[in-house]
């Protein structure tokens, strides 16, 4: 038969139990204290069944319960005419025994956390802990994720969806291409800006293909202690090559693979050339696919890149019109709205995935501070500057600066929807006008856009001979058009242009768009009065009035 030989934890466990039943005996059934009314009251109702004197307290057991009191506050002569007394001897031993017990216990479990193995052991661990920072990804504690996201979870990105379709048919079906010769890739490489969902693509292909994800940062392999980052690196693989096929992502690679060279760093080139390592075809990776991304390619070292490590590189755009319509739509599905998302979608050019979120959300925050249960456009031209730049600046303007101001708003307004720039509204603080999604744009159109941008310039001088400081941003955007289309798109009078070219055009483009406003201060009269009393003019509201004076 053989004996039960308790290890040193069990050990511990026992002596932790016995303690918890010593302290629960010592003080979880002790007496309530009373005081002399309460005594006398019991007393008086003859509801002391026994007493019993221990040390300088009495015990008394009554039908309420067991109570205790000082003994001196109170006659023990008449306590004994109203219930039998005991007095007890062995409890202040009892109690003595107890604390011992207590006391022998707490010093051997010292003994025990200061033994020598056990100080070894407890050092060891906390140079772990020093080594890894407290975020170790030490094999046993490396865990693989299993994603539950699907493409059809991503709404947007065809192209992206159609380069990966490949790769998790490799994952799901991998001895397929391995009769063919075929090989896996060794890793994808995406990059985009932020915000474009780089993250969510990588876990939509392990979702896809049902297969382990791995996440990490590279920062995390950046350490202080030259040879962790390369331990990090060397762990991870191992543990995600026996979870094969498996996918390691790796966020913001940059951080680990930049560039060497320059200020020399050991620690980031010994875990870049364990990554490096890893990737090559030196190390057996079969079954391990790498994802990384990043939106600084320029900064990665060039051995990362070469064939054979990053096999593909995928480019994560922002959004187009199409995409954008997706993605507002699959945000919208749980919100009440009476929104166009097709209008929504070209008022958010430049939106990454991320920022439409943003907006979805801040919209329905702007409708419940309405007190609206329903979303309506209003709410997205209220929050989408606020989105995009951050919350604006109140702008208080006093009677003169407003009528400056509505005039100068004004001429855009008109020129606008003359020129055929389309636009949302134009109001007393901002515009908001619609960037088209268009590869091509011709030199009319570009210079249109020139004379809206420096409209309100005209304007300034036909009302007040003066020009303020409110034409600073659209005389910069004038400035930023006129420079790309002479110097850029040789849209000027010479194929290859001067210094002077540049000024040509805006100067041109003033004279005449000066002329314009001058002929039509009928109707911009009207569209400064508009202004000024309801503060805003839309699209719609310009044509009603264009169309009842001509």
């Not at 006659?75 to 022998?104: C, H, K, N, T, Y």
């Not at 456009?377 to 919350?391: H, I, N, P, Q, S």
Request: glycine content about 6%; overall charge neutral; proline content about 3%.
């Amino acid at each position: 038969m053989q004996l039960f030989k308790p290890n040193r934890l069990q050990i511990v466990v026992i002596l932790f139990a016995i303690l918890a039943i010593l302290i629960g005996y010592l003080f979880i059934k002790s007496p309530k204290a009373i005081d002399l009314t309460f005594y006398n009251e019991l007393l008086s109702q003859q509801s002391i069944k026994s007493a019993k004197i221990s040390g300088d307290e009495v015990i008394l057991y009554t039908n309420k319960g067991i109570f205790t009191i000082a003994k001196d506050g109170i006659s023990v002569s008449q306590l004994l005419w109203a219930a039998p007394v005991d007095v007890d001897r062995r409890s202040s031993v009892g109690e003595i025994i107890s604390l011992a017990l207590m006391f022998l216990l707490v010093f051997f479990c010292f003994l025990y956390f200061i033994s020598p193995k056990r100080a070894n052991n407890a050092s060891n661990l906390t140079l772990k802990n020093a080594a890894v920072e407290g975020d170790g990804v030490f094999e046993n504690i490396i865990t693989p994720s299993a994603s539950k996201l699907k493409f059809s979870d991503v709404a947007g990105i065809k192209s992206v969806k159609e380069e990966l379709s490949e790769i998790v048919d490799f994952l799901k079906n991998p001895s397929l291409y391995q009769k063919m010769g075929v090989k896996l890739p060794r890793g994808v490489l995406l990059i985009g800006p932020p915000g474009v969902g780089k993250t969510m693509i990588a876990k939509a292909v392990a979702g896809e293909a049902n297969v382990p994800f791995f996440y990490q940062s590279g920062a995390s392999f950046v350490q202080i202690y030259v040879g962790m980052g390369a331990k990090r690196v060397r762990e991870l693989f191992s543990v995600a090559k026996k979870n094969a096929p498996s996918i390691v992502f790796i966020d913001e690679i940059d951080a680990a693979g930049k560039a060497r060279g320059g200020l020399r760093n050991d620690e980031r080139e010994a875990t870049l050339n364990q990554l490096l390592s890893e990737m090559d075809g030196f190390e057996d990776n079969s079954g391990v696919i790498v994802i990384a991304a990043t939106n600084r390619l320029e900064m990665i070292d060039e051995a990362l890149l070469r064939s054979g490590r990053f096999d593909r590189r995928i480019f994560v755009s922002l959004p187009d019109l199409h995409d954008r319509e997706k993605i507002i739509t699959a945000y919208l599905e749980d919100k009440k709205h009476t929104v166009s998302v097709n209008e929504i979608a070209k008022m958010s050019v430049g939106f990454s995935g991320a920022a439409l979120s943003t907006l979805v959300n801040e919209a329905a925050i702007n409708a419940l501070r309405r007190n609206s249960k329903t979303v309506e456009t209003e709410d997205f031209l209220a929050v989408r500057d606020k989105v995009l730049l951050g919350k604006k600046r109140l702008v208080i303007y006093s009677e003169k600066e407003k009528t400056i101001q509505a005039v100068y708003q004004a001429a855009k307004a008109l020129c606008a929807y003359w020129f055929e720039l389309d636009f949302d509204k134009i109001s007393l603080v901002g515009d908001f006008t619609k960037e088209v999604d268009k590869e091509i744009e011709s030199k009319s159109e570009i210079i249109a856009k020139i004379k809206v941008a420096l409209s309100g310039i005209a304007a300034s001088k036909i009302y007040f001979n003066e020009t303020y400081s409110n034409s600073g941003e659209d005389l910069n955007k004038a400035r930023r058009m006129a420079s790309e289309m002479v110097e850029r798109y040789a849209m000027g009078d010479r194929l290859l242009p001067m210094s002077s070219d540049v000024e040509s055009v805006l100067t041109l483009s003033l004279d005449e768009v000066s002329k314009f406003l001058e002929g039509m201060k009928n109707p911009l009269d009207i569209l400064i009065s508009t202004l000024l009393e309801e503060e805003s003019l839309t699209k719609d509201g310009i044509k009603e009035i264009l169309g009842k004076i001509f």
